[in-house]
C-alpha cells in the first residue's frame, strides 16, 4: 500500500549513520588496539591515523542519527513509533528533549554523545595514552551502538532502533487505510516529565556516567602497558572531574524526587537510586586509593580495583534499570525492549576483561615491600576506603536481590525469592554507621602525614588539632541536639562524626588550606560531607507532618492512635481547618491545561492558638491526563524558609473528580425535587430554605467561559440550613449556545450537601415569558411620567451610550436607550432601560425588566416631530412569573482536597552539603588539569 | 603477622557480622496462607478484585483505604493499607505490599502498584478536533 504523508527519509538517515556509527565505532577499536599492539614499529603510525578518523566518523555518525531523531521529534513525525509515544501537537517545544532521552534508544544516544565529547577532548589531549584509552572508550561505543541498532541476525533483534514505524510495531486496522497518517496523533509526554527537570537532570547524570568511563580506560590502558605509575597523573583530574558530576547529576536526581514529584522526600532508597550512587561511591573510593598511590605507592592495586569495578558496576546499574529485572521493586524504570541479553554480554565483557587484566599483572603491579606506618595519612585513609567498599557491597547486595531470586529461580523454579522487608529502614541502619566511621576518617586522616617518618615530631600538632575537633565537635553536638529531636545513641554518635568532621577539616582549611588551593579542595568536601550528614539528620529525624488534625480525626477509625499514621488531611473548601501549628484552608482551584491548580492558604497559629499574624498561600496542583478521565500527577508546592521547608501536594481527590464515569452515576444518583419561585420567594425544603433574590442575564459560574451568541440567565440565591442565619451563595444558571443547545450550570452548595439547578422547563419559562404578555403602550416624553398597575414610571432621560446585556454595537447602529425609573406602591424604587435599536434601516428593540415585580419593558419607536417616546409596559402574571428549578439535598461533596503537608527542618543543609562536597571535587579536578597544562607547557 | 592481614582478617569478620545481621532484615514472598502460618512480616504480590469494593472515604478518614487482592495462590483476602489512595490506584494490573495477617484482614504498611506501561496497552488515539 501506498501511505499518504509519511515521511520516510530522515528514519532512512537515521538508520543507515546508526549503522555508519556502530561500524565506525569497531574500525575505531581495532585501529586503536593495534596501535597499541605495534607501538614502537613503523606501523603504529598508521593504525592511529586510522583510529583517529574512525572515531570522528563514529562521532560524525552518532550525531546525524541524534540529528535524524530530533528533527522526527520536533515536526512531530508519527509515522514513527518513537515520535508517537513521545510528543504530541500540544508538547511545548522546550520539552522535545525531554522526549529525546525518555525511551531506551534516546538516552542511549545521550550517552554516546557524551562518550564522544570526552573521547574527542582525550584525542586531541591523552598524548601517548591516546591509543589505548580510546580503545576502551571506541569499544564501549561498540557495544552502546549495537544497542541502537535494530538489525536482525536471523530471528535474532540485535538493539532497538529509534526509527522504527509505528505500522511495523503495533498491528491495528487503522494501518489498513492510506491515510492513517492524518487520523492519529501522538500520545504525547507524560505530565510527570514535562518539567525542567527532566530537561537538565538525564544530561547531567548521563555526562556522570560517561566519565567513569575515562578513569577506567587508563586504568585498562596503566594494566595492559604494564606501566603502572604513568596513569595515575593523567587520569586523577577526570577521576575528580567525574565524582564531582556524577554526584551532581545524582543530586539533581534527588532534588527533583524533592521538588516536584509527590515521594515526600529527596531519597528513598530506590534500587535506581541506589545502582546510580554506589558506582559513585566506588568512585570517590578509588579516588582516595589513587591519592595514596600518587603520594606514597601504596593502594595502585586498590586503585586500579575501585576504577574498573566503578565502570562495572555503571553498566550493572544499566542493566537494572533497562532490562525490567527490578520489576515489582521500582517505581521507575524504562520500559523493557527485550535488550537485557545484549546488556548482560555488554556487563560480561567488560568485568571478565577487568578480572582477567587484573590476574595478568597481579605480580607486577608495584607495592612497597615496607608496610605504612599506623601514623600514616595513607594508613587511615585507606581504611575509609575500606568502609567505602563496605557501603558500596551493602547497598549493592540488598537492591540486588531481584537479580539474585532470578538466578535461583533459573535452577529452582518453585523458589518464591526473598525481599527486604523495609528497604528505607534497612539501609538507613547499617548505612549510618558508614557514616560515623567516614565522618571521623575524614576528619582524623587530614591532619595526618603522608609517609609519616617523624611520627613523635608530628604528635603534638596532631594532638593539638584533635583536641579542637572533638571539643568543637562536641560543643555543636550539644547546640544541635537543642532543636534536633534526637533520640537514639546511634543519632548521637552520626551526628557527632558529622560535627567531628566539620571541625577537623574546617580547622584544616584554615591551619593550611586556604595558602594551597590543592589542598583546599579535599577540607572544603569534607566538611561539606559533614554539612550533609547534618542536614540528612535533620531532615530525617525531625521530618514531621503538620496535615493531621487528631482532634478532627480522632474516634473516626478503630485503632487508630498514632500520630504518625495521620498524615493526610481533608480540606474542605473554605473552611479553615486547624493542623499542627498552622491552620489550613483550601480557597479555589482553577484549571489550564490539563493542570488542576489548588491554592491552600496556610495561617501560622502559636502554642495557645493564636494566629501570630504569619501566612502565605501554596498551590499544589494536580494533572490530568489528555481525556480529562483521570489524575496522571500530583506535583507538590513547597514553602522554602532559611531552616525549614513546608511541602504539601494533594494526595486524594473526591472520586468525582478522578473518574467522569463515577461522576455520571453520582449525578444519576442524586434526588432531584422540583420547585418554582418567583424573584423575592422562599423555598422550604425538608432541610432547608432558599431566598431566591434576583435574576440577571449576565450571570457568573466557576465553569462558565462566555462566548459570543450565548444567551444566559442565572439566579442569584442564598440557602440556609432551618434555623440558621447564615445563608450560603448559590448560582444556578443556563445558557444557550448556537448550534450547541443548552446547558445548565448547577449551584452546589457544599456544607448544605445541596444542588440546585436550571432545567428545560426554567429555560422554555424564560423564553416564552413574553408571548404571554399583555404590553400596553405607554406614550412619554422625557421626563414625563405615567401609572402603570399601581407602579409609577418615569421617563428620566434618553441615552445614547447604550449597555445592555444583549446588545454588541455595529458601526452604522443608531441605539437609544430609555432610562425609566419606576415606584412601587409602597415607595420602593428599581431602574429599567430598554433599547431602541435601528439597524439596517430596521427598527429593533431590546428588553428590560425588573424581575422582582415581574415588570417587562420594550421601547417600541421615537416620534421625533413631537419628542414622545412609545414605551410598551406589561407585568406578568404570578404564574408566568415563577421559574421552575430542581434542588437535591442528598448530593455529595465533591469540593474538597486531601492534602499532606511536612515540615523539612534543615533541608537546605543537604543542599549546602552536598554543592560543598561536589564544588570541593570540581576545585580539585580544576586544579590538578591546570597544573598538568602548566607543566607541559 | 603483618598488619595488612589482620586488617583483612577484620574486615572478613565484619563482613560476616554484618551479613547475619543484614539477613534479618529479609523476608520473604508469600501467599495469604503461607502469610497467615508465618505470623510474620511477608511480601505479597497480587491483584486488586475489581468486583470487589475499594473503600475509600477521605471525608471519613484520609488515611484509611481498603481492598481485596488476590494472590498468586487465587485466594482472595480483604487488605487494610493506613494511608491515601494512590491516584492511579485502580489501573493497577499488579500490586506488591509488605504487611502481615490480622485474623482474616491482611495489614499492609506499604504498597507499590504496577500500571500498565503508557504506551503498551493503549490504542491508537483517534484525533478527534479535525472534523
Known amino acids: 500500500m501506498q501511505y499518504i504523508g509519511e515521511h520516510l527519509l530522515p528514519g532512512q538517515i537515521g538508520h543507515l549513520l546508526t549503522v555508519l556509527s556502530f561500524v565506525a565505532a569497531l574500525l575505531a577499536a581495532v585501529s586503536y588496539f593495534l596501535a597499541v599492539r605495534r607501538r614502537a614499529s613503523s606501523e603504529e603510525a598508521g593504525w592511529l591515523l586510522l583510529g583517529r578518523g574512525a572515531f570522528v566518523v563514529h562521532g560524525l555518525a552518532t550525531l546525524g542519527v541524534i540529528g535524524s531523531l530530533f528533527l522526527i521529534l520536533v515536526n512531530k513525525y508519527y509515522e514513527y513509533q518513537y515520535a508517537w509515544a513521545n510528543v504530541s501537537d500540544d508538547l511545548p517545544f522546550q520539552y522535545t528533549f525531554s522526549a529525546f532521552w525518555k525511551e ?62 509505528l505500522r511495523h510495531t503495533m498491528d491495528a486496522p487503522i494501518f489498513e487505510r492510506a491515510d492513517y497518517l492524518s487520523q492519529i496523533t501522538g500520545n504525547g509526554l507524560n505530565p510527570l516529565l514535562q518539567n525542567y527537570w527532566m530537561t537538565i537532570h538525564p544530561p547531567t547524570l548521563f555526562l556522570g556516567f560517561a566519565s567513569t568511563l575515562v578513569p577506567f580506560a587508563y586504568a585498562v590502558a596503566g594494566l595492559w602497558m604494564d606501566e603502572h605509575r604513568g596513569w595515575l597523573k593523567p587520569a586523577l583530574p577526570w577521576a575528580l572531574f567525574s565524582a564531582a558530576i556524577l554526584g551532581l547529576g545524582i543530586l539533581m536526581g534527588g532534588a527533583w524526587a524533592y521538588v516536584a514529584l509527590s515521594f515526600g522526600g529527596y531519597w528513598a532508597w530506590d534500587p535506581v537510586e541506589n545502582t546510580s550512587l554506589v558506582p559513585w561511591i566506588t568512585l570517590v573510593a578509588g579516588i582516595h586509593a589513587h591519592l595514596i598511590a600518587r603520594n606514597t605507592g601504596y593502594s595502585i592495586r586498590s586503585a586500579y580495583a575501585f576504577y574498573l569495578m566503578t565502570f562495572v558496576l555503571v553498566l550493572y546499574s544499566t542493566y537494572l534499570t533497562r ?30 576483561l577487568s578480572i582477567v587484566l587484573m590476574a595478568m599483572r597481579s605480580k607486577s603491579i608495584p607495592a612497597p615491600q615496607q608496610e605504612e606506618s599506623i601514623a600514616s595519612r595513607e594508613f587511615w585513609m585507606f581504611i575509609g576506603v575500606l568502609v567505602l567498599l563496605f557501603s558500596a557491597v551493602l547497598i549493592t547486595g540488598a537492591t540486588s536481590l531481584p537479580v539474585w531470586n532470578k538466578l535461583v529461580q533459573l535452577f529452582k523454579p518453585d523458589y518464591v525469592g526473598a525481599a527486604l522487608k523495609d528497604p528505607v529502614a534497612h539501609h538507613n541502619r547499617y548505612q549510618l554507621w558508614i557514616g560515623v566511621f567516614v565522618g571521623l576518617l575524614t576528619g582524623v586522616a587530614q591532619w595526618l602525614r603522608y609517609q609519616e617518618r617523624n611520627a613523635a615530631l608530628w604528635r603534638r600538632t596532631f594532638g593539638k588539632h584533635m583536641l579542637i575537633a572533638l571539643a568543637g565537635a562536641t560543643a555543636l553536638t550539644a547546640l544541635n541536639a537543642l532543636w534536633l529531636d534526637v533520640f537514639a545513641w546511634q543519632h548521637f554518635a552520626l551526628l557527632f562524626a558529622a560535627m567531628f568532621a566539620v571541625v577537623a577539616n574546617a580547622d584544616y582549611l584554615i591551619s593550611f588550606a586556604r595558602k594551597n588551593l590543592k589542598q583546599a579542595g579535599s577540607a572544603l568536601s569534607h566538611v561539606g560531607f559533614g554539612v550533609l550528614l547534618l542536614g540528612i539528620l535533620s531532615t530525617g529525624l525531625n521530618k514531621r507532618w503538620i496535615s493531621s488534625n487528631s482532634f478532627a480525626m480522632e474516634g473516626l477509625i478503630e485503632g487508630m492512635g498514632s500520630d504518625e499514621l495521620n498524615k493526610n488531611v481533608l480540606l474542605l473548601k473554605d473552611a479553615p481547618m486547624p493542623i499542627r501549628d498552622y491552620e489550613a484552608t483550601y480557597l479555589k482551584d482553577t484549571i489550564e491545561r490539563q493542570t488542576r491548580t489548588f491554592a491552600v492558604r496556610f495561617r501560622k497559629r502559636d502554642a495557645q492558638g493564636n494566629f501570630t499574624g504569619e501566612e502565605f498561600v501554596l498551590h499544589p496542583n494536580v494533572m490530568y491526563d489528555r481525556q480529562f478521565s483521570q489524575v496522571v500527577a500530583s506535583n507538590p508546592s513547597t514553602k522554602h524558609y532559611l531552616t525549614y521547608d513546608i511541602f504539601t501536594h494533594v494526595s486524594s481527590l473526591p472520586k468525582a473528580e478522578l473518574d467522569p464515569e463515577f461522576a455520571r452515576q453520582q449525578e444519576d444518583s442524586i434526588r432531584f425535587e422540583a420547585y418554582e419561585a418567583a424573584i423575592g420567594d422562599t423555598i422550604f425544603t425538608k432541610k432547608h430554605y432558599l431566598v431566591l433574590d434576583d435574576y440577571t442575564k449576565a450571570p457568573q459560574h466557576p465553569d462558565y467561559r462566555p462566548e459570543k451568541g450565548d444567551l444566559a440567565f442565572g439566579l442569584k440565591m442564598r440557602a440556609f440550613a432551618l434555623g440558621d442565619t447564615v445563608g450560603h451563595a448559590a448560582a444556578p444558571m443556563l445558557y444557550l449556545r448556537p448550534k450547541q443547545g443548552a446547558f445548565t450550570l448547577p449551584a452546589q452548595i457544599g456544607p448544605l450537601q445541596m444542588r440546585v439547578r436550571l432545567t428545560e422547563a426554567s429555560l422554555a419559562r424564560l423564553l416564552d415569558a413574553d408571548e404571554s404578555l399583555q404590553y400596553r403602550s405607554l406614550r412619554l416624553k422625557e421626563g414625563e411620567t405615567a401609572d402603570f398597575e399601581g407602579y409609577r414610571i418615569q421617563l428620566v432621560r434618553l441615552n445614547r451610550n447604550v449597555e445592555h446585556p444583549h446588545y454588541a454595537p455595529e458601526s452604522g447602529d443608531i441605539a437609544v436607550a430609555a432610562e425609566l425609573r419606576i415606584t412601587a406602591p409602597n415607595g420602593t424604587t428599581a431602574e429599567a432601560a430598554p433599547v431602541f435599536l435601528i439597524r439596517d434601516n430596521r427598527s429593533l428593540n431590546l428588553k428590560d425588566e425588573v424581575a422582582k415585580w415581574g415588570l417587562h419593558f420594550r421601547f417600541e419607536n421615537i416620534d421625533p416631530s413631537t419628542a414622545t417616546m412609545t414605551i410598551l409596559a406589561a407585568k406578568a402574571s404570578d404564574q408566568v412569573r415563577r421559574i421552575p428549578l430542581e434542588i437535591a439535598e442528598n448530593a455529595p461533596r465533591s469540593d474538597y482536597i486531601v492534602l499532606e503537608a511536612i515540615v523539612f527542618p534543615g533541608i537546605n543543609l543537604v543542599w549546602l552539603g552536598s554543592l560543598l562536597m561536589l564544588f570541593g571535587l570540581g576545585l580539585s579536578a580544576w586544579n590538578r588539569w591546570t597544573q598538568r597544562r602548566r607543566l607541559e607547557a | 603477622m603483618k598488619r ?31 502469610a497467615a502460618e508465618k505470623g510474620d512480616r511477608v511480601k505479597m504480590v497480587g491483584q486488586l478484585v475489581k468486583d470487589r469494593p475499594v473503600e475509600y472515604d477521605p471525608v471519613k478518614d484520609p488515611n484509611y483505604l481498603s481492598f481485596y487482592l488476590r494472590d498468586d495462590a487465587g485466594e482472595v483476602r480483604q487488605v487494610i493499607l493506613r494511608a491515601g489512595k494512590p491516584q492511579d490506584f485502580e489501573r493497577s494490573e499488579q500490586i506488591v505490599l509488605t504487611g502481615q495477617m490480622r485474623g482474616d484482614v491482611f495489614e499492609a504498611s506499604d504498597m507499590l502498584l504496577k500500571c500498565p506501561s503508557k504506551y503498551k496497552d493503549e490504542e491508537v488515539y483517534v484525533r478527534s478536533e479535525k472534523q
Open chain 2, 4 to 34: 595488612s592481614h589482620l586488617i583483612a582478617i577484620a574486615v572478613i569478620a565484619i563482613a560476616i557480622g554484618v551479613l547475619i545481621s543484614a539477613s534479618q532484615d529479609m523476608t520473604t514472598y508469600a501467599n495469604f496462607a503461607q
Open chain 1, 104 to 165: 531506551q534508544q534516546g538516552s542511549f544516544l545521550l550517552w554516546s554523545f557524551w562518550h564522544i565529547v570526552l573521547g574527542l577532548i582525550l584525542l586531541l589531549r591523552a598524548g601517548r595514552w591516546e591509543a589505548p584509552v580510546l580503545a576502551v572508550l571506541s569499544l564501549v561505543e561498540v557495544f552502546i551502538g549495537s544497542m541502537i541498532l535494530g538489525l536482525y541476525i536471523g530471528e535474532y533483534r540485535l538493539g532497538a532502533s529509534a526509527f522504527d514505524l
Open chain 1, 323 to 352: 532490562s525490567g529485572i527490578l520489576g515489582d521493586s521500582s517505581a521507575h524504570a524504562f520500559t523493557e525492549m527485550g535488550l537485557g541479553a545484549q546488556l548482560i554480554a555488554f556487563i560480561g565483557v567488560f568485568a571478565v
